[in-house]
């Protein structure tokens, strides 16, 4: 949240499922929006008033992993909905228009199943930022962001049959 303020983006909803974590949003300057990965629907009406989703929230009771995976599993599908109505498009969903496939949602078994080996690694949460190029090179983004990037012409260039 602090790196989208830093950023410019004058409005921040956070989605907030405990009295302290809405807290700290507010002392942030972030809007804040409560729900609970046990009520998806709670996600529908923040999904609906924003702009674009940065999904973090999950239940880290490593003890009941497979439950907590498909609680966010299920959890995931108002937002992702919201996305698709309003044509906010996934990076996933850019990627396979541009090269002309199809883009499906798998479990993990059955990304397992079909990929193989590779399919564990699909499944993984892998999370990115860029803090530490900005704060050692003093590098900030300049450009289109990532989606709007990718879905340039340019970034897929047709080739010659």
Not at 97 to 125: I, K, N, Q, T, Y
Request: with cysteine; glycine share 10%.
């Amino acid at each position: 949240m602090n790196e989208l303020l830093a950023a410019g983006h004058t409005t921040v909803l956070g989605l907030a499922r405990s009295d302290s974590a809405a807290a700290a949003m507010a002392a942030l300057g972030v809007d804040v929006h409560r729900g609970s990965l046990e009520e998806p629907e709670s996600f529908a009406a923040g999904a609906a008033a924003s702009g674009g989703i940065i999904h973090t929230a999950f239940n880290h009771d490593f003890s009941r992993f497979v439950d907590n995976a498909a609680a966010e599993f299920k959890a995931s599908q108002p937002w992702a909905k919201c996305s698709r109505e309003r044509k906010r498009p996934l990076i996933a969903e850019v990627i396979g228009r541009r090269v002309g496939l199809p883009v499906v949602s798998m479990s993990r078994e059955e990304a397992a199943d079909h990929f193989g080996f590779l399919g564990h690694f699909f499944g993984l949460d892998i999370p990115a930022s860029s803090a530490k190029t900005r704060e050692r090179l003093g590098w900030q983004l300049t450009g289109p962001g990532l989606i709007e990037d990718i879905d340039r012409e340019a970034y897929f260039p047709r080739t010659a049959a």
